[in-house]
């Protein structure tokens, strides 16, 4: 006989693919939890079955009615409820978080299971900046209100993470470009699943190589942050040859100041020659 839960919202990460990545903690849960709210009964039943979980469902949305999501917090007084979704973590992207606001107004235990994350796991295969990033979630479906979307994003110094679906990848990336500027990215499917693949490019490129043929499966899309500071103007350029030049020969100069400003060393070789000259 296991032994039972104490009563709460349990917050159930399950795998994103392989059934191999729900955590021993999250099965042992799923076991013992009185009930299981989730998605699809016939996707989570698949789950339930790897994990020897046989236990009762009943289906969740942020959309159901009121009633439901009440009576789930009700039951969470004296039984253990746990939240699984399709896929991945609760509520990225997915149901669960006014079932959490409301657990918590009514002063519900909630404990959360840490695990498999689409949106993290394409981060760390990306090889893109990890310590500034947004997560995007689905673009609109229309290219007006995408637009809107990227455009609020475009001055921001982070990696952009985005949800998205094959039939819908190469328009999505050609946004993007436009509205974005053409930026590295890397478009990541299928993670953790027989046919994972990883393709980086710029943005236009990776738009032409799927324009022809939409690829299948699940898509998670990483887009670089806008570019370094803008190149250094003339006069910023002109002061720093100055003061090189008071240190190295022309030649010398000129390359200190096009690896420091990333300016292309045969016209500041040009400049120092006038500003020396005159
Ligand atoms: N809650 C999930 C999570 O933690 O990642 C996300 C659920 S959201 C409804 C589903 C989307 O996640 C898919 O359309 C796709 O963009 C992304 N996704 C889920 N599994 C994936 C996988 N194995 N590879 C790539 N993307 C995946």
Same mark, same amino acid.
């Given at each position: 006989m296991m032994e039972a839960l104490s009563p709460g919202l349990y917050i159930v990460a399950g795998p994103i693919g392989n059934l191999s990545d729900l955590t021993p903690r999250a099965a042992d849960i799923l076991c013992r939890a009185d009930v299981v709210a989730v998605e699809d009964s016939r996707v989570s039943a698949k789950l339930l079955r790897h994990a020897g979980a046989e236990r009762p469902m009943v289906p969740y949305h942020d959309h159901s009615d009121?009633?439901?999501?009440?009576?789930?917090?009700?039951?969470?007084?004296?039984?253990?409820?746990?939240?699984?979704?399709?896929?991945?973590?609760?509520? *990225?992207?997915?149901?669960? =978080?006014?079932?959490?606001?409301?657990?918590?107004?009514?002063?519900?235990?909630i404990t959360t299971l840490p695990g498999p994350c689409a949106a993290i796991a394409a981060l760390t295969l990306s090889g893109?900046?990890?310590?500034?990033?947004?997560?995007?979630?689905?673009?609109?479906?229309?290219?007006?209100?995408?637009?809107?979307?990227?455009?609020? %994003?475009?001055?921001?110094?982070?990696?952009?993470v985005f949800y998205e679906s094959g039939p819908r990848l190469a328009a999505s990336l050609t946004d993007m470009a436009l509205s974005l500027g053409d930026r590295e990215a890397v478009v990541t499917r299928e993670i953790s699943k027989t046919y994972e693949e990883v393709k980086?490019?710029?943005?236009?490129?990776?738009?032409?190589? =799927?324009?022809?043929?939409?690829?299948?499966?699940? *898509? %998670? %899309? *990483?887009? /670089?942050?806008?570019?370094?500071?803008?190149?250094?103007?003339?006069?910023?350029?002109? /002061?720093?040859l100055a003061d090189a030049l008071e240190r190295l020969p022309v030649g010398k100069a000129a390359s200190e100041v096009a690896k420091a400003t990333g300016l292309d060393r045969r016209s500041l070789y040009a400049r120092a020659l006038e500003i020396k000259g005159g």
């Open positions: 009121a009633h439901v999501r009440q009576r789930l917090v009700e039951r969470m007084a004296s039984e253990a409820v746990a939240l699984l979704s399709d896929a991945g973590t609760p509520l *990225i992207s997915d149901p669960g =978080y006014k079932l959490v606001r409301d657990a918590r107004a009514a002063g519900r235990a893109l900046p990890t310590d500034r990033f947004l997560f995007m979630g689905f673009l609109p479906a229309k290219s007006k209100a995408r637009a809107d979307a990227l455009g609020e %994003v475009a001055e921001l110094r982070a990696t952009l980086a490019g710029l943005l236009t490129e990776l738009a032409g190589a =799927y324009g022809d043929a939409p690829p299948k499966g699940e *898509i %998670v %899309v *990483i887009v /670089a942050p806008p570019g370094e500071a803008p190149a250094a103007s003339q006069q910023d350029a002109d /002061a720093l």
